[in-house]
T-cell receptor
Framework: EAQVTQNPRYLITVTGKKLTVTCSQNMNHEYMSWYRQDPGLGLRQIYYSMNVEVTDKGDVPEGYKVSRKEKRNFPLILESPSPNQTSLYFC??????????????FGPGTRLLVL | QQQVKQSPQSLIVQKGGISIINCAYENTAFDYFPWYQQFPGKGPALLIAIRPDVSEKKEGRFTISFNKSAKQFSLHIMDSQPGDSATYFCAATVNQAGTALIFGKGTTLSVSS
Protein backbone atom coordinates (compact mmCIF):
# COMPACT_ATOMS: atom_id res chain seq x y z
CA GLU A 1 0.00 0.00 0.00
CA ALA A 2 1.33 3.42 -1.00
CA GLN A 3 1.74 5.51 2.09
CA VAL A 4 3.65 8.04 4.14
CA THR A 5 4.40 6.89 7.66
CA GLN A 6 5.44 8.96 10.64
CA ASN A 7 6.77 7.95 14.04
CA PRO A 8 5.96 8.51 16.75
CA ARG A 9 2.32 9.49 16.40
CA TYR A 10 2.25 11.12 19.82
CA LEU A 11 5.12 12.53 21.83
CA ILE A 12 5.38 14.38 25.12
CA THR A 13 8.79 15.81 25.94
CA VAL A 14 10.43 18.53 28.00
CA THR A 15 12.09 21.74 26.93
CA GLY A 16 15.60 21.24 25.57
CA LYS A 17 15.51 17.47 25.10
CA LYS A 18 16.49 16.65 21.53
CA LEU A 19 14.00 14.63 19.54
CA THR A 20 13.54 13.23 16.05
CA VAL A 21 10.32 12.56 14.21
CA THR A 22 10.78 10.07 11.41
CA CYS A 23 9.04 10.15 8.05
CA SER A 24 9.17 7.44 5.43
CA GLN A 25 7.43 6.99 2.07
CA ASN A 26 7.24 3.93 -0.15
CA MET A 27 6.25 5.64 -3.40
CA ASN A 28 9.75 6.48 -4.65
CA HIS A 29 8.86 10.18 -4.48
CA GLU A 30 11.58 12.77 -4.98
CA TYR A 31 9.86 15.58 -3.10
CA MET A 32 9.23 15.49 0.65
CA SER A 33 8.11 18.19 3.00
CA TRP A 34 7.31 18.91 6.63
CA TYR A 35 4.40 21.04 7.82
CA ARG A 36 3.10 22.09 11.18
CA GLN A 37 -0.58 22.62 11.82
CA ASP A 38 -1.77 24.96 14.53
CA PRO A 39 -5.35 26.00 15.38
CA GLY A 40 -6.37 29.07 13.42
CA LEU A 41 -3.13 29.10 11.43
CA GLY A 42 -3.65 26.26 9.01
CA LEU A 43 -0.67 24.37 7.60
CA ARG A 44 2.73 26.03 7.38
CA GLN A 45 5.74 24.54 5.67
CA ILE A 46 8.85 23.98 7.79
CA TYR A 47 11.35 22.41 5.36
CA TYR A 48 11.24 20.61 2.08
CA SER A 49 13.52 18.41 0.04
CA MET A 50 13.65 18.15 -3.73
CA ASN A 51 15.76 14.99 -3.67
CA VAL A 52 18.48 13.19 -1.76
CA GLU A 53 20.90 15.62 -0.11
CA VAL A 54 18.82 18.61 -1.31
CA THR A 55 16.88 20.46 1.37
CA ASP A 56 15.58 24.00 1.77
CA LYS A 57 13.72 26.15 4.25
CA GLY A 58 10.00 26.69 4.16
CA ASP A 59 8.06 29.42 5.91
CA VAL A 60 8.80 28.50 9.54
CA PRO A 61 12.19 26.72 9.73
CA GLU A 62 13.47 28.23 12.99
CA GLY A 63 14.23 25.60 15.62
CA TYR A 64 14.11 22.68 13.20
CA LYS A 65 16.60 20.64 11.19
CA VAL A 66 16.11 18.03 8.51
CA SER A 67 18.23 15.60 6.55
CA ARG A 68 17.68 13.58 3.37
CA LYS A 69 20.29 10.85 3.19
CA GLU A 70 17.95 8.36 1.55
CA LYS A 71 15.14 8.95 -0.90
CA ARG A 72 12.48 7.33 1.25
CA ASN A 73 13.30 9.02 4.59
CA PHE A 74 13.05 12.63 5.71
CA PRO A 75 13.45 12.99 9.48
CA LEU A 76 12.56 16.19 11.34
CA ILE A 77 14.96 17.07 14.15
CA LEU A 78 14.27 19.39 17.05
CA GLU A 79 17.66 20.00 18.66
CA SER A 80 16.29 21.93 21.65
CA PRO A 81 12.50 21.85 21.67
CA SER A 82 10.59 24.73 23.19
CA PRO A 83 6.91 24.97 24.20
CA ASN A 84 6.10 27.06 21.10
CA GLN A 85 6.91 23.97 19.03
CA THR A 86 3.96 22.17 20.53
CA SER A 87 1.98 21.37 17.42
CA LEU A 88 0.66 18.76 15.01
CA TYR A 89 3.29 17.85 12.43
CA PHE A 90 2.71 16.38 9.00
CA CYS A 91 5.14 14.90 6.54
CA UNK A 92 4.17 14.88 2.86
CA UNK A 93 5.63 13.59 -0.37
CA UNK A 94 5.02 13.92 -4.09
CA UNK A 95 6.61 12.76 -7.31
CA UNK A 96 8.31 14.49 -10.25
CA UNK A 97 10.52 16.84 -8.33
CA UNK A 98 7.84 18.59 -6.40
CA UNK A 99 5.84 20.33 -9.04
CA UNK A 100 2.97 21.74 -7.06
CA UNK A 101 0.37 20.28 -9.39
CA UNK A 102 1.42 16.83 -8.33
CA UNK A 103 -0.67 15.52 -5.48
CA UNK A 104 1.02 15.72 -2.14
CA UNK A 105 0.42 12.66 0.00
CA PHE A 106 0.32 13.40 3.71
CA GLY A 107 1.27 11.17 6.58
CA PRO A 108 -1.07 10.62 9.56
CA GLY A 109 0.53 13.31 11.70
CA THR A 110 2.62 13.49 14.87
CA ARG A 111 1.16 15.33 17.82
CA LEU A 112 3.97 16.88 19.89
CA LEU A 113 3.67 18.43 23.33
CA VAL A 114 6.69 20.24 24.73
CA LEU A 115 6.47 20.96 28.46
CA GLN B 1 1.18 38.94 -0.69
CA GLN B 2 1.79 35.29 -0.01
CA GLN B 3 -1.34 34.87 2.08
CA VAL B 4 -4.45 32.96 1.18
CA LYS B 5 -7.47 34.16 3.13
CA GLN B 6 -10.17 31.56 3.78
CA SER B 7 -13.67 32.01 5.12
CA PRO B 8 -15.71 31.09 7.02
CA GLN B 9 -13.73 29.54 9.85
CA SER B 10 -16.59 27.14 10.57
CA LEU B 11 -19.76 26.17 8.79
CA ILE B 12 -22.85 24.20 9.72
CA VAL B 13 -25.04 22.91 6.91
CA GLN B 14 -28.06 20.67 6.91
CA LYS B 15 -27.93 17.39 5.06
CA GLY B 16 -28.74 17.95 1.41
CA GLY B 17 -27.75 21.61 1.51
CA ILE B 18 -24.96 23.43 -0.30
CA SER B 19 -21.71 24.16 1.51
CA ILE B 20 -19.69 27.10 0.22
CA ILE B 21 -16.16 27.98 1.31
CA ASN B 22 -14.37 31.01 -0.07
CA CYS B 23 -10.72 31.88 -0.54
CA ALA B 24 -8.94 34.99 -1.75
CA TYR B 25 -5.34 35.59 -2.73
CA GLU B 26 -3.11 38.53 -3.63
CA ASN B 27 -0.20 37.05 -5.54
CA THR B 28 -1.11 37.16 -9.21
CA ALA B 29 1.69 34.71 -9.97
CA PHE B 30 -0.24 31.89 -8.31
CA ASP B 31 -1.35 29.44 -10.96
CA TYR B 32 -2.48 26.32 -9.14
CA PHE B 33 -5.29 26.18 -6.59
CA PRO B 34 -5.98 22.88 -4.79
CA TRP B 35 -8.41 22.06 -2.04
CA TYR B 36 -7.51 19.58 0.64
CA GLN B 37 -9.90 17.69 2.92
CA GLN B 38 -8.88 16.57 6.37
CA PHE B 39 -10.78 14.20 8.65
CA PRO B 40 -10.06 14.15 12.39
CA GLY B 41 -6.91 12.23 13.18
CA LYS B 42 -5.85 12.05 9.55
CA GLY B 43 -3.55 13.97 7.27
CA PRO B 44 -4.97 16.26 4.58
CA ALA B 45 -5.85 14.66 1.25
CA LEU B 46 -6.21 16.33 -2.13
CA LEU B 47 -9.88 16.80 -2.99
CA ILE B 48 -9.94 18.84 -6.19
CA ALA B 49 -7.75 21.43 -7.89
CA ILE B 50 -8.01 24.07 -10.60
CA ARG B 51 -5.74 26.04 -12.90
CA PRO B 52 -6.62 29.68 -13.72
CA ASP B 53 -7.29 28.97 -17.36
CA VAL B 54 -10.75 27.64 -16.47
CA SER B 55 -13.50 29.27 -14.41
CA GLU B 56 -15.02 26.12 -13.00
CA LYS B 57 -14.12 22.51 -12.35
CA LYS B 58 -16.55 19.87 -11.18
CA GLU B 59 -15.88 16.44 -9.74
CA GLY B 60 -18.98 14.69 -8.49
CA ARG B 61 -20.62 16.83 -5.82
CA PHE B 62 -17.56 19.09 -5.49
CA THR B 63 -17.10 22.18 -7.66
CA ILE B 64 -14.39 24.85 -7.68
CA SER B 65 -15.40 28.25 -9.02
CA PHE B 66 -12.54 30.53 -9.97
CA ASN B 67 -12.66 34.30 -10.55
CA LYS B 68 -9.28 35.43 -11.82
CA SER B 69 -10.09 39.15 -11.95
CA ALA B 70 -11.31 39.16 -8.36
CA LYS B 71 -8.51 36.82 -7.24
CA GLN B 72 -11.01 34.60 -5.52
CA PHE B 73 -11.93 30.95 -5.69
CA SER B 74 -14.48 28.89 -3.86
CA LEU B 75 -15.47 25.32 -3.11
CA HIS B 76 -19.09 24.28 -3.44
CA ILE B 77 -20.29 21.00 -2.01
CA MET B 78 -23.67 20.08 -3.42
CA ASP B 79 -26.08 17.79 -1.58
CA SER B 80 -23.86 17.92 1.51
CA GLN B 81 -23.71 14.68 3.51
CA PRO B 82 -22.70 13.94 7.11
CA GLY B 83 -19.67 12.12 5.69
CA ASP B 84 -18.48 15.45 4.26
CA SER B 85 -17.95 16.76 7.81
CA ALA B 86 -14.25 17.61 7.87
CA THR B 87 -11.83 20.50 7.75
CA TYR B 88 -11.23 21.97 4.31
CA PHE B 89 -8.13 23.88 3.31
CA CYS B 90 -7.72 25.92 0.19
CA ALA B 91 -4.20 26.48 -1.08
CA ALA B 92 -2.37 28.29 -3.81
CA THR B 93 1.05 28.20 -5.35
CA VAL B 94 3.17 28.92 -8.36
CA ASN B 95 3.51 25.68 -10.26
CA GLN B 96 7.28 25.42 -10.19
CA ALA B 97 9.39 22.64 -8.77
CA GLY B 98 9.95 23.09 -5.08
CA THR B 99 7.52 25.95 -4.61
CA ALA B 100 5.57 25.61 -1.39
CA LEU B 101 1.82 25.34 -1.16
CA ILE B 102 0.40 28.32 0.72
CA PHE B 103 -2.56 27.11 2.74
CA GLY B 104 -5.57 28.98 4.02
CA LYS B 105 -6.38 28.64 7.71
CA GLY B 106 -9.06 26.05 7.17
CA THR B 107 -12.83 25.72 7.44
CA THR B 108 -14.45 23.19 9.72
CA LEU B 109 -17.62 21.89 8.09
CA SER B 110 -20.31 20.09 10.03
CA VAL B 111 -23.19 18.56 8.12
CA SER B 112 -26.12 17.81 10.38
CA SER B 113 -28.43 14.92 9.68
Amino acid sequence: EAQVTQNPRYLITVTGKKLTVTCSQNMNHEYMSWYRQDPGLGLRQIYYSMNVEVTDKGDVPEGYKVSRKEKRNFPLILESPSPNQTSLYFCASSSTGGLAQETQYFGPGTRLLVL
Amino acid sequence: QQQVKQSPQSLIVQKGGISIINCAYENTAFDYFPWYQQFPGKGPALLIAIRPDVSEKKEGRFTISFNKSAKQFSLHIMDSQPGDSATYFCAATVNQAGTALIFGKGTTLSVSS
